[in-house]
């Protein structure tokens, strides 16, 4: 069983920056795709991001794009997501994923790990 751990969330005024940090807990892991998704108040899960660990590819969310950017150090076992040019609409909880196997990678289903999630608000 692996544990996924995010931290990095918080309360950031508009326009504002934060780097969200995921953090797996076995080293011997090797995921297939590593993704971000989110969950703001009464609405579904959305994806945000998505690395894949063997093309070394990025994906994301056509809404997000240049303002969000995920990256990974294989070397700590974690992905990381930068947010820049916040804005309130991003308000949600973050959640980290891991998927063993290959598929479409903006669909939550393709994942079988998940973090507890790390709360953004964006507010001023």
């Known amino acids: 069983q692996v544990q996924l751990v995010e931290s990095g969330g918080g309360l950031v005024p508009p326009v504002g920056s934060l780097r969200l940090a995921c953090v797996a807990s076995r080293r011997t892991f090797s995921p297939y795709a590593l993704g971000w998704f989110r969950q703001a108040p009464g609405k579904e899960r959305v994806f945000v991001a998505a690395?894949?660990?063997?093309?070394?590819?990025?994906y994301y969310a056509d809404s997000l794009k240049g303002r969000f950017t995920i990256s990974r150090d294989s070397s700590k076992n974690s992905v990381y997501l930068q947010m820049n040019s916040l804005k309130p609409e991003d308000t949600a909880v973050y959640y980290c994923?891991?998927?063993?196997?290959?598929?479409?990678?903006?669909?939550?289903?393709?994942?079988?790990?998940w973090g507890q999630g790390t709360q953004v608000t964006v507010s001023s």
């Open positions: 690395i894949d660990l063997s093309a070394s590819r990025t």
């Open positions: 994923a891991a998927a063993m196997a290959s598929g479409l990678l903006t669909t939550p289903t393709l994942y079988d790990y």
